[in-house]
């Protein structure tokens, strides 16, 4: 044993006299570090989305500026960014949609490293963590593993086959890093593989620990060259004390049918496991299921990110998982036997009930395929922020059309978690596709027009806004002091950091002239239509276009975006009639193409879409 002086012992007995000396009984403790962590897409396994400690409130929002942005390159179909960034040591870790992951100092904004892919990916995709490595979706198929200070990557695994494809942000725990493929819903034919299954990859290796298929015993429900469906969207909830992952999951396809199978009846039956909560043990066996919606026609996924929360019924504290979807409804399921103990329906709600669309019959359906609970939910004291998407889908046996997603409006709904009451609305202007975020005494969302909002939790009282130089949507994390906003439609994609205190500002510079369009004046035998990068990105400048029967006319489409696009004419009402005309992809900006073609002689409403947002992007061509 190594001796100690007994003039050492004195000596640091004075320093220790000293330093209590100095401080005094009076002295106040040291100020506790804020929490800048935001490790997991929504925050924590429980997916709360509450920023735990964070200093911004009602009282300092107003002082929430500019600090730093940052510019992503990596554009597909949705934009750059559909994410939500995730932040661990004050390292900021992004991933856009072409795949490409930032590494990013918090305190300035300077990249560390970047990742490049360039693959393409649906989203909403992003990046995970656990033991020091970074886990994020390298294209539509694959899964891999970066080291989180160099971003070298440690290992890649494709997990998905041609017809299935990874669209998620990764969570990873204790070991396992989960992910979930989706169908091709839109692909025909299928080949009986479109199915979604949920993988625990080792995160070491990126081996499967388990597979779980969320098509029951991985039957397709009838006619496999035509039915997929099941997988997840969105991260689970995972209850860290037993490993028990919880999943909300996708619709089954075709919807609302195909030509000689109208209402679904290429797959009858009620689709199992889609559209259903899940829970799943620590080994990959199903614990329950509550199906939410049996034989779904509306694409209605049940796949918003459950929240693990606790809940007093009857008297009685309960652990209860809250789950989400497109169908609009929030409904509160008991953890241990996935028994329901409350529904309420959020939004607007017409003919969504309906088992089947009368032949020859367009019904107007809210939900629609882009309405309900679309993006991630908050829970804080007992209280659960669902945003919701107000838009309406006409609906025939076989096809649907959906307005444009400028049209449509939005909301944030605060729910009470015991009884499911809905204790306040804060309608919108424009659809809430930005996630719920909580931070002191406010909740944050923001929407497609691109604002940023703070709303008193009490009241729903606005109290604070921001207008963001684009579209939003992604989903907001907080770190700290700061907000951290994706940006991922406009001119000029960019994640952007809020801080208190900081007077910056966050401005889209637009690198295309619309000169081109300028060129195509309308006339009787010239259409003229385009895509803008002063908006979001992925509109027409108009949903209608005119013509006279028989007219032989030419069509000008200019892309003056920077998402890829294009326009095509069918003669009928919805996509699956026959094609007419359609110009090729343009990559934009600045993109322009003619085509030339025969009107209809028969006068009519003709679809229009573009085939890469055949949801988002719809019209009609009236021939009079």
Request: glycine share 10%.
């Amino acid at each position: 044993m190594k001796r100690v002086s007994t003039a050492a012992v004195s000596g640091v007995l004075l320093a220790v006299a000293i330093v209590g000396a100095a401080c005094g009984p009076g002295a106040p403790a040291a100020t506790p570090p804020v929490p800048t962590d935001w490790p997991q897409a929504n925050h924590d396994y429980a997916n709360t989305r509450v920023a735990t400690g964070s200093p911004i409130s009602s009282a300092n929002v107003r002082r929430l500026g500019v600090d730093w942005t940052l510019r992503v390159a990596g554009i597909s179909q949705f934009g750059a960014l559909t994410t939500s960034p995730i932040v661990v040591n004050r390292t900021v870790y992004l991933q856009d949609l072409k795949s490409d992951v930032y590494a990013v100092d918090l305190d300035t904004g300077k990249l560390i490293w970047q990742k490049i892919y360039d693959a393409p990916n649906h989203g909403p995709n992003g990046a995970g963590y656990d033991n020091g490595r970074v886990f994020v979706t390298s294209g539509d198929h694959t899964v891999a593993a970066l080291d989180a200070k160099t971003g070298n990557e440690v290992w890649s695994r494709r997990v998905a086959p041609p017809l299935q494809r990874v669209n998620e942000q990764l969570t990873a725990h204790n070991g396992s890093v989960y992910v979930s493929t989706i169908d091709s819903e839109f692909a025909q034919p299928q080949d009986g593989t479109g199915m979604g299954t949920i993988h625990a990859m080792d995160e070491r290796t990126g081996d499967d620990l388990w597979t779980f298929n969320t098509v029951k015993d991985g039957d397709l429900w009838g006619n496999p060259q035509i039915n997929s469906g099941g997988g997840a969207w969105y991260p689970p909830a995972i209850d860290t004390a037993t490993d028990t992952t919880y999943w909300g999951t996708n619709n089954a396809a075709p919807w609302p049918g195909l030509k000689g199978y109208p209402n679904g009846s290429s797959r009858p039956g009620p689709n199992l496991y889609t559209e259903s909560e899940l829970a799943i043990d620590r080994s990959g066996h199903l614990q329950w299921f509550n199906q939410v919606k049996a034989h779904d026609l509306f694409d209605y996924d049940f796949t918003a990110s459950p929240i693990l929360t606790s809940a007093t019924v009857n008297g009685s504290s309960r652990k209860i998982i809250v789950g989400a979807g497109k169908g609009g409804y929030v409904i509160a399921f008991d953890r241990r036997t996935g028994s329901q103990i409350w529904k309420t329906a959020v939004g607007l709600h017409q003919n969504d009930q309906l088992t089947m669309v009368p032949a020859g019959q367009t019904i107007s359906v809210a939900p629609g395929s882009y309405g309900g609970v679309e993006t991630p939910m908050a829970l804080a004291n007992a209280v659960v922020y669902v945003p919701v998407v107000n838009q309406p889908t006409d609906f025939t046996d076989t096809g649907f059309t959906v307005p444009p997603v400028t049209t449509a409006t939005g909301e944030l709904d605060a729910i009470d978690v015991n009884t499911g009451r809905i204790l306040w609305t804060a309608k919108l202007d424009a659809p809430d596709f930005g996630s719920a975020l909580v931070a002191g005494d406010l909740v944050f969302t923001s929407t497609f027009a691109g604002k940023v909002l703070a709303l008193n939790r009490a009241s729903g009282q606005q109290v604070w806004s921001w207008q963001a130089p684009g579209s939003i949507n992604g989903f907001i994390a907080a770190a700290g002091d700061r907000l951290l906003v994706p940006v991922g439609l406009g001119a000029t994609p960019m994640l952007v950091s809020l801080k208190l205190g900081a007077s910056g500002s966050a401005s889209a510079t637009v690198t295309a002239t619309p000169t081109a369009s300028s060129s195509c004046a309308p006339s009787a035998t010239t259409l003229c239509i385009s895509t803008s990068n002063q908006g979001n990105g992925i509109s027409f400048n108009t949903n209608q276009l005119t013509a006279s029967a028989g007219a032989h006319v030419t069509l000008t489409y200019m892309n003056d975006s920077a998402i890829p696009h294009n326009w095509h004419v069918f003669d009928g009402a919805n996509a699956s009639s026959p094609s007419i005309a359609s110009t090729g992809i343009k990559a934009g900006p600045n993109d322009v193409e003619s085509v030339s073609f025969t009107v209809p002689s028969t006068p009519g409403r003709y679809f229009f879409q573009c085939d890469v947002h055949p949801t988002l992007m719809t019209g009609y061509l009236v021939v009079h």
